[in-house]
């Protein structure tokens, strides 16, 4: 199973990006999709997530900027940001909890991460 996330730039402040990433693989079936981030010298942290029956949760600095969704045919979890700031700027990197084929148990799979950066 591999995550591969896209989307991410440089973009003025009160910009728009939109994340993208994608599961692939022998996949039997996702749970929660989300996306966290990491800004230099600080912790990584939880910016959204979003269960199979399309309840989301965001951290409080991203409520009412950024949109989580999924598509559950393409196992993909989107993340549109809007009004973004300099502090939202940060690698971004995608979660997923996966059951594999071969699999007894649902696993965390982390994509290798997107740079966003938010400067003028």
């Given at each position: 199973?591999?995550l591969?996330?896209?989307?991410?730039g440089?973009?003025?402040p009160?910009g728009?990006?939109?994340?993208?990433?994608?599961?692939?693989?022998?996949i039997?079936s996702?749970n929660?999709?989300?996306?966290?981030?990491?800004?230099?010298?600080?912790q990584?942290?939880?910016?959204?997530?979003i269960?199979t029956?399309?309840?989301t949760?965001?951290?409080d600095?991203?409520?009412?900027?950024f949109?989580?969704?999924?598509?559950?045919?393409?196992?993909?979890v989107?993340?549109?940001?809007?009004?973004l700031?300099?502090e939202?700027?940060?690698?971004?990197?995608?979660?997923?909890?996966?059951l594999?084929?071969g699999?007894?148990?649902?696993t965390?799979?982390?994509?290798?991460?997107?740079?966003?950066?938010?400067?003028?």
């Open positions: 199973v591999q591969q996330a896209s989307g991410g440089l973009v003025q009160g728009s990006l939109r994340l993208s990433c994608a599961a692939s693989g022998s039997i996702v929660i999709m989300g996306w966290y981030r990491q800004a230099p010298g600080k990584r942290e939880l910016v959204a997530d269960n029956g399309g309840s949760n965001y951290a600095s991203v409520k009412g900027r949109t989580i969704s999924r598509d559950h045919a393409k196992n993909t989107y993340l549109q940001m809007n009004s700031k300099p939202d700027t940060a690698v971004y990197y995608c979660n997923a909890d996966v594999g084929q699999q007894y148990y649902f965390d799979y982390w994509g290798q991460g997107t740079l966003v950066t938010v400067s003028s």
